[in-house]
């Protein structure tokens, strides 16, 4: 069974530019979430679709959105970009055979992340 | 608001022996899951084990043990016979057992194993 993948894997951006990063689940997983993965920060929640819908976000502004397509497939965005957002941007997905919690402990399953780094 | 405490930024291990990872946390509720989570460099973010809440045994994956204390609300790692493949950073992490299946991650531990 082929793992999550992100892509890119790594990308160079300028201040001001806006960036998409694409993540496929593990087939059969409904459930993407997504984190940020800094030095100073650790890993910080940004998201998680079920599908299609966002059910859950973040403390990070409005220039971070994402959406998830018909077949799980994620993509996250971020507009004007800042030095700051310079990041591993890690997605995740999880089994939702079970609701969350009832017998379902919610494993995620990691991608390689996209290294994103922001001039 | 949840919170994970890891207060070890790194670690070190001689190759054989054991070595134990520390992580409290911070929360209100009374059902909820830890994990730890390990990272090798430039590569993908595994579990390495689990344990709920409500159960009073402690969680064991071959090598790997915890010492799930929930009055004290610590959760730490053992790793025993250490081997060169487990040198990464280890992150110790919590979720609500209702609900999102969103993780709060400690900032992690970097072990390094000598040989």
């Known amino acids: 069974k082929a793992g999550v993948t992100q892509t890119p894997r790594y990308l160079i951006k300028t201040r001001g530019q806006q960036v998409t990063l694409s993540c496929s689940p593990i087939s059969g997983h409904r459930s993407v979430s997504w984190y940020q993965q800094t030095p100073g920060q650790g890993l910080q929640f940004l998201f998680e679709?079920?599908?299609?819908?966002?059910?859950n976000k973040g403390n990070f502004p409005g220039r971070f959105s994402g959406r998830q397509f018909s077949n799980s497939r994620s993509e996250m965005n971020v507009s004007t970009l800042e030095l700051g957002d310079s990041a591993l941007y890690l997605c995740?997905?999880?089994?939702?055979?079970?609701?969350?919690?009832?017998?379902?402990?919610?494993?995620?399953?990691f991608g390689e992340g996209s290294r994103l780094t922001v001039l | 608001a949840q919170t994970v405490t890891q207060s070890q930024p790194e670690m070190s291990v001689q190759e054989a022996e054991t070595v134990t990872l520390s992580c409290t946390y911070d929360t209100s509720e009374s059902d909820y899951y830890l994990f730890w989570y390990k990272q090798p460099p430039s590569r993908q973010m595994i579990l390495v084990i689990r344990?709920?809440?409500?159960?009073?045994q402690n969680a064991t994956e071959n090598r790997f043990s915890v010492n799930f204390q929930k009055a004290a609300k610590s959760f730490s790692l053992k790793i025993s016979d250490s081997q060169l493949g487990d040198a990464a950073m280890y992150f110790c992490?919590?979720?609500?057992?209702?609900?999102?299946?969103?993780?709060?991650f400690g900032k992690g531990t970097k072990l390094s194993v000598i040989p």
């Open positions: 995740a997905s999880t089994s939702t055979i079970g609701l969350a919690g009832v017998g379902n402990p919610g494993e995620l399953f």
């Open positions: 992490a919590y979720r609500r057992r209702a609900g999102s299946y969103q993780l709060t």
């Open positions: 679709y079920f599908s299609e819908t966002q059910r």
């Open positions: 344990q709920e809440a409500y159960k009073q």
